[in-house]
């Protein structure tokens, strides 16, 4: 069970949290709000039609629910989605968490381009004499 030791806003767009293990969390005022679990905004980043998260989005106020969660009244009126300390920590944004490492990937990606589909029509002027003539 994930555990905050001690939650603060980092710098004035951002919420840091200090889990028990040590592991720092940084999320963005945005970042938060695009990821509001509530049902609403659950169904509409299944139907794929998020709606637009103004940059400069902030709460007006942070407020813990229960012991296992925060809630937060977000400047653009929302304020439905109950933020469990446990969903917050998976989707810590860290490199850590996260897997990617900043700078170039050792690995190259591989390029999937070049399937377009088109089948190869015939060449114009292509017949021409063919055999080497035996005689
Ligand atoms: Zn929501
Ligand atoms: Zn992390």
Known sequence: MARPVDIRQASGDELGITWEDGHESRY???FLRA???CAWCNDLR??????YIAADVRPSM???VG???LSFDFSDGHSTGIYSFEYLRRMCPCL???GSEAGPSPNPLP???GFAGSSPS??????GPSGSGSG
Not at 46 to 51: F, R
């Open 67 to 69: 012991r296992y969660a």
């Open 122 to 127: 015939r060449l114009p002027g292509g017949e």
């Open 111 to 113: 390029e999937g381009e």
């Open 28 to 30: 963005t005022w945005q």
């Open 46 to 51: 299944i139907k794929g039609t998020s709606e």
């Open 62 to 64: 942070v407020s813990p």
């Open 35 to 37: 990821s509001c679990p």
């Open 96 to 98: 850590e968490c996260t």
